[in-house]
């Protein structure tokens, strides 16, 4: 049975970091697409980072380049979302999720291209 189980969500200030953890069991995450991707009630789920499974390419979403860093562990078979800088806009529900290898080019920030995913973690931004 596939599953992804996603940590590390909590509450933090504005400026602050949190890094959370997307653990698979039942797959090798290395041999898949993995993205995160995240919602706020009343719209829609939004892609924040994925990675690839050939070359380990990672993709993000311009409203978080260069405070957020997308990373695996093959040994633990995680994959970590290293968020700095926090806002309140980044708040929402984070979700992993796992999709077909992308041989060529970089992943896809789509929801629709990935079909396995976790239960989601809360992060909550705000002074």
């Known amino acids: 049975q596939l599953q992804l189980v996603e940590s590390g969500g909590g509450s933090v200030q504005p400026g602050g970091s949190l890094t959370l953890t997307c653990a698979a069991a039942?797959?090798?995450?290395?041999?898949?697409?993995v993205g995160w991707f995240r919602q706020v009630p009343g719209k829609e789920r939004e892609g924040v980072s994925c990675i690839s499974s050939s070359k380990a390419r990672t993709n993000y979403a311009d409203n978080v380049k260069g405070r957020f860093t997308l990373s695996r562990s093959s040994s633990k078979n995680e994959v970590y979302l290293q968020m700095n800088s926090l806002k309140p806009e980044d708040t929402g529900i984070y979700y992993c999720a796992s999709g077909p290898a992308v041989l060529f080019g970089v992943c896809e920030l789509s929801d629709a291209e990935y079909t396995s995913w976790g239960q989601g973690t809360q992060v909550t931004v705000s002074s």
């Open positions: 039942g797959f090798t995450l290395d041999l898949w697409t």
